[in-house]
């Protein structure tokens, strides 16, 4: 009909329903909810008859669907005829190209897995030949180093006495053994575990101690003879094979230490001061630190550019200076005389300056202020105990001055003309400079200073605020006792 048409593969209903009919098509469809839903809205009557007309309305469109497809219906029957006869003539077509089809895939899979066994073997042939490589390699590097470093013989018992020419290799030579030595310890880490490389072990340890005992020789002979070049490949050298703490405890152990044992001490400091004991330290940093820098950074014509991972100022001298100060001269740390603490902080704090222009770079500098020996060496000085003292000593006389009967200040021979007219303001000044006077005041507790500054100007407000209030009320006392005496003269 006309009037019916198709919405989501259902028919339309001319007149408005009280429900929707594409309720129907939901998957979730429920009869009871549907109904319980139309009830809220409508009568059961009335819903019953929108049901009915929207019943009629499916049933025509089904009669008019019949009508408009009824002579493909009836054809369906005619158009299959032979249809079998046809399917029949393809079937053996269809089989023959999947034989084919079947045999070539075969041929590939047996291709393909010929191809990865091939495959397979190459790379087992490639891991053995880079094995041979290494194993030959590290057996051509150990026979290389044992003749530049002079091992006369390998006596082949791993705990035997080492054989070694304790020779002066020249820098030259240093820098190929070092590269041969790097080349090694990389072949030795890529070769996979064979009783060859367990067999050579025992040499490569020799081998290492052999050249650690050359290097540790040159670097000693280098700095004692001023060598920069020779220097130069030297700390390269430890370097390359990654041993820079090594060579800068062998700096601290036979060349730091025994001067700073010589020159720190109770002897020196109570002959030189603490001043001439820094100026002593200061010259073999000037000496060989200076030296160890220039090479470090690469100037000075050391040749070679600069060479990284090294700070002997932070990591050799710096320790042991903290050390040897700790263990022989502790009594500069102690605050008990505030003076001489004073004193010897400023002095120190000084020479911590002057050692810092030392450091190779910024980095260096970081280096010496956080390292620990900083952290341990800050701590010995009890800047709080000091500050206490002076403390007592700064405020007590201002104390002392605000408890005493107002009075004004005098001068004497021994002091010029006082700066105020009442004593309690000059002792607050006193007070005051005191806190910033040279030998007393320290720059690492401004801050505190800085507050007992304020703490005495606070001191002396209030101080003021009860002196106005004592004179006002003498004042009043004085005014009352005057009215009572004219009272009694009246009465008279």
């Not at 072949?187 to 050359?214: D, F, G, W, Y």
């Amino acid at each position: 009909r006309g009037h019916v048409g198709m919405s989501l593969g259902l028919p339309v209903h001319p007149d408005p329903l009280c429900f929707s009919t594409d309720d129907f098509l939901k998957s979730d469809f429920n009869v009871d909810e549907f109904l319980a839903h139309c009830r809220k809205n409508v009568t059961a009557e009335c819903l019953r008859d929108d049901l009915e007309a929207y019943y009629r309305t499916l049933k025509s469109a089904m009669v008019d669907l019949i009508n408009n497809d009824y002579a493909d219906f009836l054809n369906l029957s005619s158009n299959l005829v032979g249809m079998d006869k046809a399917i029949h003539n393809l079937t053996s077509p269809l089989l023959e190209l999947k034989t084919e089809i079947t045999d070539i895939k075969t041929s590939l899979e047996a291709t393909i897995d010929a191809l990865e066994a091939k495959l397979l073997l190459c790379k087992e042939i490639r891991a053995k030949k880079f094995a041979l490589h290494c194993y030959i390699v590290i057996v051509e590097s150990v026979e290389t180093l044992e003749r530049l470093l002079k091992i006369r013989d390998w006596p082949g018992d791993p705990g035997a006495p080492q054989l070694i020419e304790n020779e002066h290799l020249a820098g030259v030579v240093i820098d190929r053994v070092t590269n041969e030595f790097s080349r090694l310890k990389y072949m030795v880490s890529k070769a996979p575990p064979h009783h060859i490389v367990e067999t050579i072990k025992p040499r490569i340890a020799q081998i290492t101690a052999a050249l650690q005992h050359c290097l540790d020789d040159s670097l000693v002979t280098s700095l004692e003879s001023n060598d920069r070049e020779h220097l130069s490949h030297c700390l390269r050298a430890y370097a390359t094979i990654g041993h820079q703490a090594a060579a800068e405890s062998l700096f601290q152990s036979h060349m730091v230490h025994p001067y700073m044992q010589k020159v720190i001490s109770a002897k020196a400091l109570n002959t030189l001061g603490l001043a001439g004991v820094y100026a002593d330290v200061l010259k073999f940093i000037s000496q060989y630190c200076t030296i160890l820098s220039d090479v470090v950074a690469g100037r000075g014509g050391a040749g070679g550019g600069a060479v990284g991972g090294f700070d002997f100022v932070s990591n050799a001298v710096w320790p042991e200076i903290v050390a040897t100060l700790s263990e022989k001269v502790s009594v500069i740390f102690s605050p008990g005389n505030p003076d001489s603490f004073c004193r010897h902080y400023t002095v120190t704090m000084d020479f911590v300056e002057r050692l810092e222009e030392f450091c190779s770079s910024e980095q260096s500098v970081q280096n010496l202020r956080d390292h620990p020996s900083s952290a341990a060496f800050n701590n010995k000085w009890n800047l709080p105990v000091y500050f206490q003292i002076r403390f007592q000593e700064i405020a007590s006389p201002l104390e002392s001055a605000l408890q005493l009967p107002l009075q004004s200040a005098e001068s004497s021979k021994e002091t010029k003309a006082p700066l105020f007219n009442l004593e309690p303001f000059n002792a607050l000044w006193r007070s005051m400079v005191a806190c910033w006077k040279q030998g007393i005041f320290i720059s690492a507790l401004v801050h505190k200073f800085w507050k007992l500054t304020l703490q005495l100007l606070m001191r002396v407000s209030q101080w003021l605020e009860e002196v106005c209030a004592l004179s006002k009320t003498m004042q009043t006392d004085d005014s009352t006792k005057g009215l009572k005496s004219d009272d009694s003269t009246k009465g008279l």
